[in-house]
């Protein structure tokens, strides 16, 4: 919760996401923390970026609410009964949400703030249906086409540049999370899981491309990244079937212990996830498969050429997941020959950049 029920503040920041996405916003948020002042700022945010934002951002309040409201009744009403006063105490100067897909749940929290001016994205083609409105509210359009592949940092770029009233660059508001080279085994981090199970890549073909990439690689050592809880046996046999052994099997608790995996890995590979944009914003070398549910939306983007995101098109993308096939080709038909010879070309540039690094370090 805020330090003080009823303070105002210069600027608050309306984001309630996924993991991933509040990585995307990063560059957003820190510029315009900058700006307005850490103490001066409040972060509206869900509980499950909240340690992401809480490690980024130490010094700025926070309020945090679900990331989404999936029914009226309980989901809607239970929040509301919660948190609204909270969020009629809320005083700001400037209002800015930072997630771009419009709901009346992010409409009616808008409206609880006692904000002067609200400030959002326009996106005309959301397809979603919504009763309420965003009031006293400076509007950018949502972008249909980004140079740099992703419209959501597009978006974001377009709202942060209408806030402050000056240019902003693409580059200002790229995600960055400090890490550094892995410096132990060579070690290929394998997080298989994304948010929904559609946009995940086969068991099999994953195996098949770690076995190709062993092939090449034969001293990297395999571990597989999982959720708590989830079930191991499809990659487990999977991994057998392809002669892929001794294999290691991770399960991250929390947000610090997925950072410091990915952190101490040689190489990634994951489907579009919250791993893939740790990662990305981490700089470090990975690979990702990327669905056409909704390509270019959150992804590609990358921070150097160690990043690569393989796709294979179809010509129903932008379906918004709603499969119209028996399975979703646009991932089961990136062929594991492909994924391998990514992640062997990612490798040897990383390897070149270690050893960059390394003779600037001792020069």
Same mark, same amino acid.
């Given at each position: ?93 400037? /209002? &800015? *949400? ?11 929290? #808008? +409206? $609880?703030?006692? =904000? ?72 290929? /981090? &394998? *997080? ?11 068991? #099999? +073909? $994953?195996?098949? =491309? ?154």
């Amino acid at each position: 919760m805020p330090r003080a029920k009823g303070r105002r503040y210069r600027l608050a920041i309306l984001k309630l996401d996924r993991l991933g996405d509040g990585v995307l916003s990063l560059g957003s948020v820190r510029l315009l923390v900058k700006e307005f002042g850490a103490d001066q700022t409040l972060l509206i945010i869900s509980n499950v970026a909240e340690p992401l934002f809480r490690n980024e951002f130490p010094g700025v309040d926070m309020l945090v609410l679900p990331p989404f409201s999936q029914s009226f009744w309980p989901d809607f009403v239970q929040t509301m009964i919660w948190h609204a006063s909270w969020l009629r105490a809320i005083q700001a100067d400037d /209002l &800015v *949400c930072l997630r771009h897909q419009p709901s009346d749940y992010l409409h009616a929290i #808008a +409206s $609880l703030v006692r =904000a002067r001016q609200m400030h959002a994205s326009e996106w005309l083609g959301a397809g979603e249906s919504v009763c309420l409105a965003y009031t006293r509210c400076r509007r950018v359009p949502y972008p249909e086409y980004s140079a740099e592949g992703c419209l959501e940092l597009e978006a974001h770029r377009r709202v942060t540049q209408s806030v402050l009233g000056r240019s902003v660059s693409f580059n200002d508001i790229i995600p960055v999370l400090h890490s550094s080279f892995a410096t132990g085994d060579e070690t290929l /981090l &394998v *997080c298989p899981q994304a948010g929904a199970a559609i946009r995940q890549y086969p068991p #099999a +073909s $994953l195996a098949l =491309a770690i076995a190709l990439f062993l092939q090449a690689v034969p001293e990297m050592r395999v571990v597989v990244c999982l959720p708590p809880g989830t079930l191991r046996t499809p990659y487990e046999q999977s991994l057998q079937n392809a002669g892929v052994s001794s294999v290691f099997w991770v399960y991250p608790a929390n947000l610090g212990e997925l950072r410091q995996a990915i952190s101490s890995a040689r190489l990634v590979l994951a489907p579009d996830s919250a791993p893939a944009h740790l990662t990305t914003a981490m700089n470090k070398p990975g690979v990702f498969l990327l669905g056409g549910g909704h390509y270019g939306m959150f992804a590609p983007w990358r921070r150097s050429t160690l990043q690569v995101w393989l796709n294979h098109h179809t010509d129903c993308y932008q379906c918004q997941w709603r499969c119209s096939h028996a399975e979703p080709f646009c991932i089961t038909h990136i062929q594991p020959s492909a994924v391998a010879a990514a992640l062997q070309s990612v490798y040897a540039a990383a390897g070149v950049q270690c050893v960059l690094a390394a003779k600037k370090q001792s020069a």
